[in-house]
């Protein structure tokens, strides 16, 4: 059996930042509303950049960090629910760009635990043996799918990508997992519907493209969910909340990180927050977190890490890393 060591962390985001000021020239909002109810400030929004475009610069970042060359790269996976392409994925652009030559390339569909589940899918290609180094990554062009016409959801959503290069190593750094799934509430967060409409097909309704949500109904889920998956999670590894040096919780509101953080009764400073700057970038959330730790030297060797998402699926999931 071999371990998983989280090697260099890197991200990548637009250059444009757009206010909550900026929004309320498009829509019926304030700058108080937006950041009293969620924590977001602003976020980052493409002016052309696709998906595929920055997850290519995060998978460059990752190499250049980590000194393993591309040749090296056994793996390649990028959690997003907005490619350029159903087909290629965007984990193949990635291949292709940067000369990763030796390795398979697949994307995941879990919306907002996209990261985390794709760093688990990647731990067990590295456990089995199978896998060397695997790069994995969240990234997100939502200004793609949001209605910049509902004030609702465009002033929740930005764009970015992050990432992570995992390799095999005697330190056994990906500690624990738990991961969950419920389809039945699916319909609470839906979007980039694409219904049949063939030669022989035209439904009536249109397709449900841009992202709908029933905030209250997600805040509530994520509320619940979150800490249980966490007491799982230490349950699991034998460890305590005084245990956990991090958590960086996936960034949808600040709000839902208050109630998490005192139902776990851990101090909200173990939080990492950064949701101000760039809102919910879904799949891209975590890693983007992680890779400003680690530029800012938050980030110290032998740190307990907990990351957790929560989103469209529904889904949830939390794993225990050290660094
Ligand atoms: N600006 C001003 N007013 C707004 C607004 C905006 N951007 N968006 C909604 N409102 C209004 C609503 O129309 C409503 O008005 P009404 O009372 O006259 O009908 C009022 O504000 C309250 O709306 P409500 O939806 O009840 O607000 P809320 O306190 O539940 O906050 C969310 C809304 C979306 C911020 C909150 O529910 C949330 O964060 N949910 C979780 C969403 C999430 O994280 N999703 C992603 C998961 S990955």
């Known amino acids: 059996m071999f371990s998983t060591e989280f090697i260099a962390f890197d991200s990548c985001t637009p250059q444009k930042a757009v206010t909550n000021d900026d929004l309320s020239l498009l829509v019926d909002t304030t700058d108080e509303w937006i950041s009293t109810r969620t924590g977001i400030r602003e976020r980052r929004i493409s002016e052309g950049e696709n998906t595929s475009d920055m997850c ?16 090296d790269i ?42 985390v589940f794709a760093a688990g899918i990647a731990d067990k290609y590295i456990r089995s043996g199978m896998c060397r180094n695997a790069i994995v990554i969240g990234a997100e062009t939502l200004s793609k799918i949001v209605n910049w016409r509902d004030r609702t959801t ?23 997992e738990d991961m969950h799934s419920d389809g039945s509430l699916g319909m609470q967060l839906t979007g980039g519907e694409a ?3 063939n030669a022989f097909a035209d439904p009536e309704e249109p397709d449900r493209r841009y992202l709908e949500m029933d905030g209250r109904t997600i805040f509530s889920f994520a509320t619940r969910k ?4 966490i007491r799982t999670l230490l349950e699991k590894a034998s460890l305590t909340p005084d245990d956990i040096d991090w958590v960086v919780p996936h960034q949808a509101n600040s709000r839902i ?29 975590i890693p983007i977190a992680l890779a400003q730790m680690s530029d800012e030297g938050l980030l110290k060797k032998g740190q307990k890490v907990i990351i957790s998402g929560f989103g469209g699926g529904l889904t949830w999931g939390s794993a225990i890393i050290e660094i």
């Not at 290629?88 to 990635?94: D, K, R």
């Not at 400073?269 to 959330?285: L, P």
């Open 56 to 71: 290519i610069k995060v998978a460059k970042g990752l190499l250049k960090k980590s000194s393993v060359s591309a040749e």
């Open 74 to 115: 056994d793996l390649i996976i990028v959690a997003t629910i907005t490619p350029d392409f159903a087909t290629p994925s965007t984990a193949c652009m990635v291949q292709s760009a940067v000369g990763a030559v030796n390795a398979f390339a697949f994307d995941v569909s879990a919306a907002c635990s996209g990261f």
């Open 154 to 176: 465009c002033v929740l959503f930005g764009d970015g990508a992050g990432g992570a290069l995992l390799s095999r190593s005697e330190r056994n750094c990906y500690i624990a």
């Open 195 to 197: 219904k049949v409409r």
């Open 226 to 229: 979150v800490p249980a998956s």
């Open 257 to 285: 990180v208050e109630v998490v953080a005192k139902k776990l009764d851990m101090p909200p400073e173990k939080f990492f927050m950064n949701i101000a700057k760039y809102g919910n970038t879904s799949a891209a959330s």
